[in-house]
Structure formats: C-alpha cells, structure tokens
C-alpha cells in the first residue's frame, strides 16, 4: 500500500535551518511529482512547493521562494524539503503530498504524509 | 494568483441531513478542482478529484458539482463519521491554493 513517512519536525530559532523528509512506498517513486503543503490554525492549507517526477521542474510559492529548496533522491525513494532563514510565520505542521490528478500544468494530492510541526521561535 | 472562497466557514447538521458546501474560484478553474475532508489531528483525505469525480473507497452520499468559478460539495445524507472540515483546492496552475475549510459540525 502506498505510505508516506515523514521525519520528525522540530523547534528551530529564527533565521536557522531545518531538513525535512519524506520517505516513501508503495508505489513508483520516479514516475510521480510531489508536493508540501503546511497548515496552521489561522491561514489553514497551504500549498509550499512541487517537483516534477524528475526533479528538474520545481514550483514554490512566494511566501518561501529564495528561503525553501525542494529535492528529492529517486534512488531511495525520498522527497525533502530545506527550510532556510526561517520565520515565525513558517511555524505550521509540514506535510509532504503524492500527486494524483492532473491538469498537466499541476495536480491534486491523493496521499499525504502524517505530518509534522514545525516551530520557529527564540 | 488563484483565490479559492469557501462557504459557510461552519455548518451545523444532524444526522440524515443534505449538506452543501460552496467553493468559489477568483477565475475560472475550468474542472479543475478538488474536494478533501480532514479530521482533527489526521492528514487531509481526497474526496473527489475533476469537481465531480468520486475517489475510490468514497462513499456514494458524497457528490461534486460545478465548472469554472462555482463549485459544490453535497453530502445526501450526513453520516456520524462525516463530521469533519472539509476544503477545496483548485490545481489548473501554481500557485495551487486551498479554500478556507468548512466545519461541519453536529446540530
């Protein structure tokens, strides 16, 4: 069956760094794109970043553009996510995302991570 | 970007009865919309993909319609374990954006 495992989250300090991942199964790796996605109380979901099934093509949205680096190791079945120059604003509970349907410019997401939280605070 | 407008933030209902949630896009979207339900402390699940097209293992009291800007999520007959948020997200371009959530809770 299909699993997404993330690693842990973490209490980090503003402007620090924090690497999350996401291991999977269940299904061909290198054949899908993926998603993060963070949630948080006041601002809901919130899509973050995308990479095609090769890892050439990547979106993020602007929120984190130039702070965030989506990549992904298709030899082992990971996907990541580098938070860099973190703020309080990216504390939030942090889920990475299968693609399933797609408009052939983006896509949905039928399989989620658990999810994990992240905090940024001093 | 994409705005995506949920309506009523929380709805409350009993059990047996027919449940609509709007969702409304800033431009049109064409069908490129989906419907998830999440349940306090889990992971959001796919409901329907295409605005109307029902996810295998999901119940059949669950539809979705529209085109577009406007979209609806109907549950006929609400259901103990229905009870939960639900959000829309449209996937024609990035930045992919969600609706706000509805909260569908017991009357």
Redesign the interface.
Known sequence: QVQLVQSEGGVVQPGKSLRLSCAVSGFTFSNTAM?WVRQTPDK????VT?ISDDGRDK?Y??SVKGRFIVSRDNSKNILYLQLNSLKSDDTAVY?CGRE????G??????Y????VPVTVSS | ?IQMTQSPSTLSASLGDRVTITCRASQSI?D?L?WYQQKAGR????LI??AS?L?RGVPSRFSGSGSGTQFTLTISSLQPDDFATY?C?Q???????????TKVEIK
Request: charged residues 15%; hydrophobic residues 30%; negative net charge.
């Open positions: 998603h809901g979901l919130e899509w995308a979106h949205a602007d889920f399933g349907h797609s408009s410019r983006a896509g949905n997401l039928n989620w991570g658990q999810g | 970007d064409g490129w989906a992971s959001p699940k796919l993909s295409a097209s996810e959000y997200q996937y024609d371009s990035y930045s992919l954006s969600f609706g706000g959530g």
